[in-house]
Nanobody, 127 residues
C-alpha cells in the first residue's frame, strides 16, 4: 500500500508562489510516474500535472501551463509542484499519487482510478 504525505500549502496572495511536496513510501518510487491533482469546493478532482518515471514532465493542465512546474527527486522519494503567479482559481486541496503501473508517462492518470489518497494540502489564494 502506497503512503502519500503532501505538504507546503498555504494562504498566498494572487501573484504569489508556493512549492508543494509529496513524500511517497510503500512502493519503488523511481519506477512510477507521479501526478499532482486538485479538488476545489464543489468540483471534481482533476489532474494538474504529471511527471514520467524518467523525470520528464508529461502533462500540465492548460490553465497552469507556464506557471506550474512538476519535478521529482528519486533519492528523497519526493515529487514537487512549484506554483508561481498563483490565481484565486488555483484555490483547492492538492493531492499527489503514483500511477498504477510502472514505466509510464503519467499523462493519462485519472482520479477515479485511485482508491487511496493522502490527506492533501490546502492552497487558498486571495485576490
Amino acid at each position: 500500500q502506497v503512503q502519500l504525505v503532501e505538504s507546503g500549502g498555504g494562504l498566498p496572495q494572487a501573484g504569489g508562489s508556493l512549492r508543494l511536496s509529496c513524500v511517497v513510501s510503500g512502493r519503488s518510487f523511481s519506477l512510477y510516474a507521479c501526478g499532482w491533482f486538485r479538488q476545489a469546493p464543489g468540483k471534481e478532482r482533476e489532474l494538474v500535472a504529471a511527471i514520467a518515471w524518467t523525470g520528464v514532465p508529461s502533462f500540465y493542465l492548460d490553465s497552469v501551463k507556464g506557471r506550474f512546474t512538476i519535478s521529482r527527486d528519486n533519492d528523497k522519494n519526493t515529487v514537487y509542484l512549484q506554483m508561481n503567479s498563483l490565481k484565486p482559481e488555483d484555490t483547492a486541496v492538492y493531492y499527489c499519487n503514483l500511477d498504477l503501473f510502472r514505466w509510464t508517462s503519467g499523462a493519462t492518470m485519472v482520479p477515479g482510478d485511485f482508491g487511496s489518497w493522502g490527506q492533501g494540502t490546502q492552497v487558498t489564494v486571495s485576490a
